[in-house]
């Protein structure tokens, strides 16, 4: 497999990902933001797009190039394959196309989603939780455990749960509660929540989502280096990267 990797925009362990990266069944192209716009054309090469960038974000929400909207625009049609990990769901803050093909989003601050007023989405560090497989049938996770334990960062955000598959669910709390606001974050007062409110989230950590011919996986746990170096995440990945590139005989 040819798969085309994408960081920027999020500060993360390199080595780490890195060392993930070197685990993977494929042949793996790195590239990373705001060095790189990859068209359709570009993307032509490559049987799979893996992102664990967060571009057009911070310090100021910016659109995507027209290289990028055009390959996701095309994807349907000439079903590329997507992996998405951890933040890259918050990737382009201002472009409704990206979260729409993921299958969630994540706002930094109070925003309209699907026609209605919401508000910003919530974070939470180190959170230990027993993630449990919600379709033990998907080549997905095949050969792993029916549950595992890790300890990384939660999102308390907008999942667009009809419109994805269900692939892994966290026991971990998701309410505003436990959660920090993102938008107090942003405005110098991190891990606060005074007067932010948030209705309960999902407990997906994990989904499949078609987009025409182009599949996609999203799988929220990946902030730690530990996470990105256990076992059982790795062979989510090789598995979400073998699904999604639907290389010969493997459905």
Same mark, same amino acid.
Not at 64 to 84: E, N
């Given at each position: 497999?040819?798969?085309?990797?994408? /960081?920027?925009?999020?500060?993360?362990? !390199?080595?780490?990902? $890195?060392?993930?990266?070197?685990?993977?069944?494929?042949?793996?192209?790195?590239? *990373?933001?705001?060095?790189?716009?990859?068209?359709? /054309?570009?993307?032509?090469?490559?049987?799979?797009?893996?992102?664990?960038?967060?571009?057009?974000?911070?310090?100021?929400?910016?659109?995507?190039?027209?290289?990028?909207?055009?390959?996701?625009?095309?994807?349907?049609?000439?079903?590329?394959?997507?992996?998405?990990?951890?933040?890259?769901?918050?990737?382009?803050? /201002?472009? *409704?196309?990206?979260?729409?093909?993921?299958?969630? @989003?994540?706002?930094?601050?109070?925003?309209?989603?699907?026609?209605?007023? *919401?508000?910003?989405?919530?974070?939470?560090?180190?959170?230990? =939780?027993?993630?449990?497989? $919600?379709?033990?049938?998907?080549?997905?996770?095949?050969?792993?455990?029916?549950?595992?334990?890790?300890?990384?960062?939660?999102?308390?955000?907008?999942?667009?749960?009809?419109?994805?598959?269900?692939?892994?669910?966290?026991? $971990? *709390?998701?309410?505003?509660?436990?959660?920090?606001? /993102?938008?107090?974050?942003?405005?110098?007062? %991190?891990? #606060?929540? #005074?007067?932010?409110?948030? #209705?309960?989230?999902?407990?997906?950590?994990?989904?499949? @989502?078609?987009?025409?011919?182009?599949?996609?996986?999203?799988? =929220?746990?990946?902030?730690? $280096?530990?996470?990105?170096?256990?076992?059982?995440? !790795?062979?989510?990945?090789?598995?979400?990267?073998?699904?999604?590139? %639907?290389? =010969?005989?493997?459905?």
């Amino acid at each position: 497999m040819r798969i085309a990797a994408f /960081t920027g925009g999020h500060s993360f362990d !390199r080595d780490a990902f $890195a060392a993930l990266l070197e685990s993977l069944p494929g042949d793996v192209t790195w590239f *990373e933001h705001p060095d790189v716009a990859l068209g359709p /054309t570009e993307l032509t090469t490559f049987d799979v797009c893996l992102h664990y960038d967060m571009p057009g974000t911070l310090p100021e929400p910016s659109d995507p190039p027209a290289a990028l909207r055009d390959a996701i625009a095309s994807a349907p049609t000439t079903g590329l394959g997507y992996v998405v990990l951890h933040h890259a769901i918050a990737s382009w803050a /201002t472009w *409704e196309g990206w979260s729409e093909f993921v299958g969630g @989003k994540y706002l930094y601050r109070p925003g309209v989603v699907r026609g209605i007023d *919401e508000p910003d989405s919530g974070y939470r560090l180190d959170v230990p =939780q027993r993630i449990s497989v $919600a379709d033990a049938s998907h080549p997905v996770v095949e050969g792993i455990p029916p549950t595992f334990d890790i300890v990384d960062e939660t999102y308390l955000c907008q999942v667009f749960e009809d419109d994805v598959t269900p692939l892994l669910r966290s026991d $971990a *709390e998701m309410t505003d509660a436990v959660h920090w606001s /993102t938008a107090l974050a942003m405005a110098g007062r %991190r891990g #606060e929540r #005074e007067g932010w409110h948030h #209705e309960p989230g999902s407990s997906l950590c994990g989904w499949t @989502k078609t987009n025409g011919r182009s599949r996609l996986v999203y799988l =929220q746990p990946g902030d730690s $280096a530990a996470t990105l170096g256990d076992p059982v995440y !790795r062979r989510l990945v090789a598995g979400a990267v073998r699904w999604a590139a %639907r290389p =010969q005989g493997f459905m």
